[in-house]
């Protein structure tokens, strides 16, 4: 399938981004297209420490449109996870990934979205925020 030149040049910018902070996101995630295919990638989430996900690894699909970054991406969980925001199909109930998408939004602020709910612990939460802002 090939990518629209926008949607290409704009993931490939995040790649970029994302390689350029390695050191800091690869404390909290890995994420990668599969067999260089820019619409398909794979992550894992790391729990981190004093929340409920401490110890496990959560793989994620995402699943990005031709539209990307004018439509969100399509995110969902390949690993079992116990969440008033995971769906029993893995599916992500979260706002930036349907009414509050922005362009704006990258797949690093998804992820971050995504593990930040997924963890029950403020003072992590506050963290992300702070990193984030």
């Known amino acids: ?27 909290f995630y890995k994420a990668e297209p599969v067999d260089n295919n820019l619409l398909l990638w794979t992550a ?10 401490e110890g496990k690894n959560v793989n994620v699909e995402i699943i990005i449109p031709q ?8 995110v969902r969980l390949l690993t079992q996870v116990s969440s008033q925001f ?4 893995g599916s992500i ?5 349907n009414t509050a998408w922005s362009p ?6 998804v992820l971050l979205s995504l593990l930040s709910v997924l ?15």
Do not use: W
């Not at 399938?1 to 404390?27: F, K």
């Open 119 to 133: 963890t029950d612990s403020p003072i992590f939460r506050e963290r992300l925020r702070r990193r984030a802002d």
């Open 44 to 53: 894992t989430l790391f729990g981190p420490p004093q929340t409920n996900l």
């Open 93 to 97: 109930c979260l706002d930036i990934l």
């Open 67 to 74: 539209t990307y970054p004018f439509k969100p991406p399509k």
């Open 86 to 89: 995971v769906h029993a199909d």
């Open 104 to 109: 704006a939004l990258t797949i690093d602020r």
């Open 1 to 27: 399938m090939t990518v629209d030149s926008m949607t290409s040049q704009r993931i490939l910018r995040e790649i970029r981004e994302m390689e350029r902070d390695q050191a800091g996101i690869s404390e």
